[in-house]
């Protein structure tokens, strides 16, 4: 069965650049969406279809995919963007339609 | 606005059946491609995707879960159920409703309930 890889954390300092990775033999084949998650609160969606914005993201969030990876990538990094980051697949061919990575905690120095 | 909300029990005991409703407001499980659908995730762990059902009444279930879990809607209420029986101490987590803009896998889960959490009793 597919399985979608993210670090475990990843720390930045304040007005750098962070990048969160999320890899996959599915990925390739799939969109990637990416959920951002404050702590005691349910996740948002900040990305779909790789790189797509909700209206009301801002465009320092960003996306993209590159063979088995996708990167989420957030400039200028702000205090309030330390959260638990989940990137999420959907695939009902396989054996797991709903699948998500284990998630990562962007932690701002 | 559109708004979805979890109700149900936050303590079962093993092996009972957990039923959790979600009521959701600004939209319509009558619109063609509309769904919506159960994630959950234990405290501390991973998000893990467990059911949705459809405008047309397709479901779709985690399938290692399937065997225990039933979803269904209420279109005249704007509710979907979520019932899972024999429920086991591993199924102890906050369970969100969510809603999803069609079957296609460019869709994501574009809105989510609060969550409500759910403890299991041995």
């Given at each position: 069965s597919y399985v979608?890889?993210?670090?475990?954390?990843?720390?930045?300092a304040p007005g750098q650049t962070a990048r969160i990775t999320c890899g996959g033999t599915?990925?390739?084949s799939k969109s990637v969406h990416w959920y951002q998650q404050k702590p005691g609160q349910a996740p948002v969606l900040v990305?779909?279809?790789?790189?797509d914005r909700p209206s009301g993201i801002p465009e320092r969030i960003s996306g993209s995919k590159s063979g088995d990876t996708a990167t989420l990538t957030i400039s200028r990094v702000e205090g309030g963007d330390e959260a638990d980051y989940h990137c999420q697949v959907w695939d009902t061919s396989g054996d797991h339609p709903g699948l998500f990575g284990g998630g990562t905690k962007l932690t701002v120095l | 606005q559109i708004t979805l909300e979890e109700s149900g029990p936050t303590l079962v005991k093993a092996t009972q059946t957990l039923t959790l409703t979600c009521t959701f407001s600004g939209f319509s499980l009558r619109t063609a491609g509309m769904g919506v659908?159960?994630?959950?995730q234990p405290p501390g762990k991973a998000l893990e995707w467990v059911a949705i059902i459809y405008w047309d009444d397709d479901k779709v279930y985690n399938p290692s879960l399937k065997s225990r879990l039933t979803i269904t809607k209420d279109t005249s209420k704007n509710q979907v159920v979520l019932t899972l029986t024999n429920v086991d101490p591993v199924d102890a987590a906050t369970y969100y409703c969510t809603r999803k803009r069609g079957y296609s896998h460019v869709v994501g889960f574009d809105r989510w309930g609060q969550g409500t959490l759910v403890t299991v009793s041995s």
């Amino acid at each position: 069965s597919y399985v979608l890889t993210q670090p475990p954390s990843v720390s930045v300092a304040p007005g750098q650049t962070a990048r969160i990775t999320c890899g996959g033999t599915i990925i390739g084949s799939k969109s990637v969406h990416w959920y951002q998650q404050k702590p005691g609160q349910a996740p948002v969606l900040v990305l779909f279809d790789d790189s797509d914005r909700p209206s009301g993201i801002p465009e320092r969030i960003s996306g993209s995919k590159s063979g088995d990876t996708a990167t989420l990538t957030i400039s200028r990094v702000e205090g309030g963007d330390e959260a638990d980051y989940h990137c999420q697949v959907w695939d009902t061919s396989g054996d797991h339609p709903g699948l998500f990575g284990g998630g990562t905690k962007l932690t701002v120095l | 606005q559109i708004t979805l909300e979890e109700s149900g029990p936050t303590l079962v005991k093993a092996t009972q059946t957990l039923t959790l409703t979600c009521t959701f407001s600004g939209f319509s499980l009558r619109t063609a491609g509309m769904g919506v659908g159960w994630i959950r995730q234990p405290p501390g762990k991973a998000l893990e995707w467990v059911a949705i059902i459809y405008w047309d009444d397709d479901k779709v279930y985690n399938p290692s879960l399937k065997s225990r879990l039933t979803i269904t809607k209420d279109t005249s209420k704007n509710q979907v159920v979520l019932t899972l029986t024999n429920v086991d101490p591993v199924d102890a987590a906050t369970y969100y409703c969510t809603r999803k803009r069609g079957y296609s896998h460019v869709v994501g889960f574009d809105r989510w309930g609060q969550g409500t959490l759910v403890t299991v009793s041995s």
